[in-house]
């Protein structure tokens, strides 16, 4: 794995005529409860994607660090001190001028590779528009997008909460990522201000302005007790080897 921040633009272009998969991770600057850093999201979408990287001859790209807003029934939402969010025309506009710079640099490969639930939607914009000013110039990039969790195997899921997953929308701050966080870095967890709540209620309806209802104090959506380095190390262990299978499947000449 080779990060394109650390290389010199000479180096790039010799790396770029291996017509690597060139890996841009991003995430959030959001609250995650007490126990874990705002950076959460980024450093696991990073950590994600050098991983991925390293074993396909990848490049990684400087990760976005801000994301589209939080929102109450995924992140907690915007009432929490911390959490700095982007307009979701800023996150679009920042990934198609990244694809635009890539595409002129001759990368016919990106993978974007998203940390932030939130994010999905404005970075799949960013890649149509990017798509359509590439057609019309008739460049060709093959983008995928996708969310690291939706790899996670559902016998890895079984396992780690022990047949009674509450579903990803609720895995803010909780055993997932705690978990993750404290195999990959763990000395950025404070495992003593885990917190005791159980799990978030909420109405089946999003409410504007943010008011924070059914947001529990801690800003952990779901309980994260339980969490520890081995789960973290086999929900990781297994994401990062069903990203590997269907990137290799999907560009079969990797
Ligand atoms: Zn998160």
Redesign the pocket.
């Known amino acids: 794995m080779v990060r394109t921040d650390q290389l010199t633009w000479t180096e790039y272009v010799e790396k770029l005529e291996g017509d690597p998969l060139v890996f841009l991770p991003v995430?959030?600057h959001?609250q995650?409860g007490p126990h874990?850093p705002m950076g959460?999201?980024a450093i696991?979408a990073t950590r994600m994607a050098e991983a991925v990287a390293g074993r396909l001859h990848g490049l990684v790209l400087p990760t976005l660090t801000y994301g589209y807003k939080s929102q109450a029934r995924s992140?907690g939402g915007q009432t929490f001190p911390g959490t700095i969010s982007l307009d979701g025309q800023t996150l679009t506009a920042m990934t198609q001028d990244i694809i635009r710079e890539l595409a002129r640099h001759g990368v016919r490969r990106l993978i974007v590779l998203d940390?932030?639930?939130e994010n999905q939607w404005f970075l799949t914009e960013g890649i149509e528009l990017a798509q359509r000013e590439l057609l019309t110039s008739g460049t060709q990039m093959d983008i995928v997008r996708t969310e690291y969790w939706d790899f996670c195997p559902q016998h890895v899921l079984d396992t780690v909460f022990d047949g009674n997953f509450p579903g990803y929308d609720l895995?803010?701050?909780a055993l997932i990522?705690t978990s993750m966080m404290l195999h990959w870095q763990p000395e950025l967890v404070r495992l003593d201000a885990i917190p005791q709540d159980d799990q978030a209620h909420f109405e089946i309806f999003d409410y504007y302005p943010q008011d924070g209802a059914g947001v529990p104090a801690s800003g952990v959506l779901a309980p994260a007790r339980g969490a520890s380095a081995a789960k973290g190390q086999l929900i990781t262990d297994n994401t990062v080897e069903a990203i590997i299978q269907a990137l290799q499947a999907k560009f079969c000449d990797r």
């Open positions: 995430g959030a959001e995650h874990l959460t999201d696991l992140g940390g932030h639930y895995e803010h701050a990522e």
